[in-house]
Structure formats: C-alpha cells, structure tokens
Nanobody
C-alpha cells in the first residue's frame, strides 16, 4: 500500500510564497512519476504539475507556469511544489498523486489560502 502525506499549506498574502511537500511511503518512489493537483471550493480537481521519475522532465498547467516549480528528492521519498507570486485564485486544497499498476494513490490534501 502506498501512502502519501502532504504538508506545508497555510494562509499567505497575494504575492507571497509557500512550499508544499509530499512524503511517500514505500521503496519504489524513485520509479514513478509524481503529480500535484488542486481543488477549489465548488470546482473540479485540476492538474497543476507533474515530474518524471528521474526529475528530468516536468510539465505545468498554463495557470501556474513560471510561478510554480515541482521537484523531487528520491533519497527522501518526497516531492515538492514551490509556489511563488501566489494569487487569490490559487486558493485550493492541494493534493499529490502517484500511479501504480494497482491504480492512483492520493494524499489527504493540504489547504492553501491566498488573501488579496
């Protein structure tokens, strides 16, 4: 069983920064791509960013490109999301996700609130 635990959310003013972390259990973390998603109140969950197993390839939603950076530390079984120049529309619960042969695994989410 794979377990994911996000942390690092909080309340920040517009223009500020936060770094989210997602710790993943298991010995095969370095073999799999990882992703961040978010869900704002009343909206569907949406893609934010993804990173390949090696960290050599990343991809971002247009809405966060140039402001957010996804990275990973395979020695620590952790993926990060550095969020800069935050906007009120970035307010959401942020989730990390990984995919295994048995299906998708999600963390419990961490709340990010950006005040204007």
């Amino acid at each position: 069983q794979v377990q994911l635990v996000e942390s690092g959310g909080g309340l920040v003013q517009a223009g500020g920064s936060l770094r989210l972390s997602c710790a993943v259990s298991g010995r095969t973390f370095s073999s799999y791509d990882m992703g961040w998603f978010r869900q704002a109140p009343g909206k569907e969950r949406e893609f934010v960013a993804t990173i390949s197993w090696s960290g050599g390839s990343t991809y971002y939603a247009d809405s966060v490109k140039g402001r957010f950076t996804i990275s990973r530390d395979n020695a620590k079984n952790t993926v990060y999301l550095q969020m800069n120049s935050l906007k009120p529309e970035d307010t959401a619960v942020y989730y990390c996700k990984t995919r295994r042969g048995s299906g998708d695994y999600w963390g419990q989410g961490t709340q990010v609130t950006v005040s204007s």
